[in-house]
Antibody, heavy 120, light 109 residues
Framework: EVQLVQSGAEVKKSGESLRIACKGS????????ISWVRQMPGKGPEWMGR????????DYSPSFQGHVTISADRSTTTAYLQWSSLKASDSAMYYC?????????????WGQGTLVTVSS | EIVLTQSPATLSLSPGESATLSCGAS???????LAWYQQRPGLAPRLLIY???SRATGIPDRFSGSGSGTDFTLTISRLEPEDFAVYYC??????????FGPGTKVDIK
């Protein structure tokens, strides 16, 4: 069974760093891109970027480029989303997903989401 | 960067009725690489339609997608109680970013 399991909720302060995780299992981790999606309270989803775990190549949305870093560890089949300096506006639910935004692909898998709360 | 718009913002319908949701793009989406998602409260989005008109795995045939270029449509025939949710379109393909539209909420009349 394909699963994406995300790390737990985080409460941080502005200026702190953070890394959240998304562990894939039940499939060949290096065969599928992983995307990260932000959803602020009461708002629609925003595609942040994606990583190809086979070679760690990445694409970012201009809206997030330079503010977050997406990485992956093939040995632990885990993708990461990290911030070096959080802002209060980073408070949101973050989802990892496999199989979204892929031509010809009719099967998506999502993590359960990680709620990030940043206080100023 | 391609910008997506969705209309209407809210659609109030009764169970059994049909829903027609629109998604417009600021530029032609090559390859018709346009997806539709459903999101219920507290849950992650769920893929309904990919490549503009192909139903995702396990999606009932009352959901259908059409369109090309800059204009796309999601049709839900015979609304079921579980279909009352928010629907988003997303463009993808060879040129990131893969932006989402602002959404259409389908609520019970």
């Amino acid at each position: 069974e394909v699963q994406l399991v995300q790390s737990g909720a985080e409460v941080k302060k502005s200026g702190e760093s953070l890394r959240i995780a998304c562990k894939g299992s039940g499939y060949s981790f290096t065969n599928y891109w992983i995307s990260w999606v932000r959803q602020m309270p009461g708002k629609g989803p925003e595609w942040m970027g994606r990583i190809d775990p086979s070679d760690s190549s990445t694409d970012y949305s201009p809206s997030f480029q330079g503010h977050v870093t997406i990485s992956a560890d093939r040995s632990t089949t885990t993708a990461y989303l990290q911030w070096s300096s959080l802002k209060a506006s980073d408070s949101a639910m973050y989802y990892c997903a496999r199989g979204i935004a892929v031509a010809g692909n009719g099967r998506d898998y999502w993590g359960q989401g990680t709620l990030v709360t940043v206080s100023s | 960067e391609i910008v997506l718009t969705q209309s209407p913002a809210t659609l109030s319908l009764s169970p059994g009725e049909s829903a027609t949701l629109s998604c417009g793009a600021s530029q032609i989406i090559s390859g018709s690489y346009l997806a539709w998602y459903q999101q219920r409260p507290g849950l992650a989005p769920r893929l309904l339609i990919y490549d503009a008109s192909s139903r995702a795995t396990g999606i009932p045939d009352r959901f259908s997608g059409s369109g090309s270029g800059t204009d796309f449509t999601l049709t839900i025939s015979r609304l079921e109680p579980e279909d009352f949710a928010v629907y988003y379109c997303q463009k993808y393909g060879s040129s990131p970013p893969f932006t989402f539209g602002p959404g259409t909420k389908v609520d019970i009349k």
